[in-house]
């Protein structure tokens, strides 16, 4: 029987936020039943409603930063009961087999069967497009649920589900250590979490910004120092990670890496601002490292969220209402956002 579920969705790439009733695919035994406490709002979910990176699937109900209370799951589910605390990221499901999802990099199915958690067709229920967490209830494989503890707060965990994970992996691929010189460009969402989790991993960390207005806190969070151009750094870095959403020039950055240096892409700016990077620069400056990585596997994921809270590494976050989503919109692509909004799934 399928699950009814209500949120709120766009319909169009100019659209603004309304409620949405639709309904969820029945429940698999492999699958559980979240009732949706919070649910963050990344800039990714701003680049999908507005189709920045592709035409997107509408109606359209973003959200990826899922913390919940488990209500139901199937006769197979071993890792939930029902009242378990739960959390959805990125992904709902893939096909398990693959080179990649055998190790936990089911972000990059090899048979590109990765689901994600919404604006996708989702390849294990007839194609049927997915809705995300800007709403009462998702259903989901209990593999790609997160393990929550009863006493976190749940307000904080939901964006540990994107913005954690996506800081946490890059600053593990690149072996961060004591001592290391680490830089953060773009401190919103994801910048703030790589700064506090590089700092907690012993690092000297810089944020660049483009204006001071975030300093204080950047100061707060422990980074020595906030600069807001690149030029004139006499800093060199061990890594860069780079969460900027909008147009701007990677080889600035590149730039500013030491011989062995690597810099981790993770901000995605809309297609239109085609970026690239200066081969002569590159190769006249070289022994540096570019990657992009892309949130993180389930199993990292889960390792992210146990250090996250042992540690009290919690995203910055501000509680709203489910009808203030436009104005959050407005407010993180206009300079006038900290860190990461969070909606109150009680305001449905
Ligand atoms: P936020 O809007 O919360 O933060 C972005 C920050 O970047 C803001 O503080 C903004 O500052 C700053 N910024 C914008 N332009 C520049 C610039 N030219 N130089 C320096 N800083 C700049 O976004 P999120 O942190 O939620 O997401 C960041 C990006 O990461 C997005 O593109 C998102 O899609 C992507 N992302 C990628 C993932 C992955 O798996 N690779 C996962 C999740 C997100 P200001 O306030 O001045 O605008
Ligand atoms: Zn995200």
Redesign the pocket.
Known sequence: KRINAKGYAVHSKTDTFKPFEFSRHSMGDNDILIEIMYAGI???DI?SARSEWHEGIYPMVPGHEIAGKVVAVGKNVTKFKVGDYAGVG?MVNSCGECEACKRSHEQFCERGQTVLTYDCKDHFHNDEPTYGGYSNNIVVSEKFAITVPKDAPMEKVAPLL??GI?TYSPLKFSGVKKGDVVGV???????SMAVKYAVNMGADVYV????DKKKKEALEMGAKDLFTSTKDIPIRFDLIIS??????DVNNYVDLLKYGGEMAI????PAELKQSIDLARLIFSGGKKVY????GGIKETQEMLDFSLKHKIYPETEIIAANQIDEAYQK?TS?Q?K??YVIDMKTL
């Open positions: 990344c800039h990714s680049h990125c994107c913005a996506t460009a773009g401190f919103g969402g994801l910048g660049f910004a483009r204006n969460t900027i959403p909008t147009g701007y993770v901000g995605l700016p992009g990585s892309m949130i993180l300079g956002a860190f990461r």
